[in-house]
């Protein structure tokens, strides 16, 4: 009875600490994880509205390293969603993008041809970070309703089979 109740008492006492975690077995966040979020939040492009009309969904979110999403793993990153009032052509978006970001240092990653994302590349705070523009169009459901057209900005740590940065 006292040693169930000693392990009752322990696995409580971790609950309260926040010691069981959806933290992945395997996975290290980046040792300046909250150093790097804070930075990555100052980048301008999280800041440029895509277009006339378009609407952020909400403030930038910040995202911790090494937690169960779903099926996948999240990395350190900061991202923001805008809804599109009209749809954007990929040289829209590198028009609206890339003076943003290659102004705050980023390099343009090379992309294919009609590939919906732009990547830029640049080291923060001694990590491969990249910075990711993607977008879709508006989507017309069956009974007429109009899904608007998203942009999400993200910027993150660079996973191993990614670019180098100058």
Do not use: H
């Amino acid at each position: 009875m006292l040693r169930s109740g000693l392990v009752m008492l322990v696995l409580a006492g971790a609950a309260l600490a926040g010691c069981t975690s959806d933290r992945v077995d395997g996975c290290t966040p980046p040792p300046n994880e909250t150093a790097l979020l804070d930075e990555y939040l100052k980048e301008p492009a999280l800041g440029v509205r895509p277009g006339e009309g378009s609407k952020r969904r909400k403030d930038p979110e910040r995202q911790v390293a090494c937690r169960k999403v779903g099926k996948a793993v999240s990395t350190t990153s900061v991202f923001v969603q805008w809804d599109l009032s009209r749809d954007l052509s990929p040289d829209e978006v590198q028009g609206l993008y890339g003076p943003a970001t290659t102004g705050a240092g980023w390099t343009v990653v090379p992309a294919r041809s009609g590939s919906r994302y732009v990547q830029f590349c640049k080291n923060v705070l001694g990590e491969r970070s990249i910075l990711d523009v993607t977008w879709q169009d508006a989507v017309v459901l069956e009974r007429g309703e109009r899904v608007p057209g998203v942009v999400t900005v993200g910027v993150r740590v660079a996973g191993v089979a990614e670019p180098s940065c100058p």
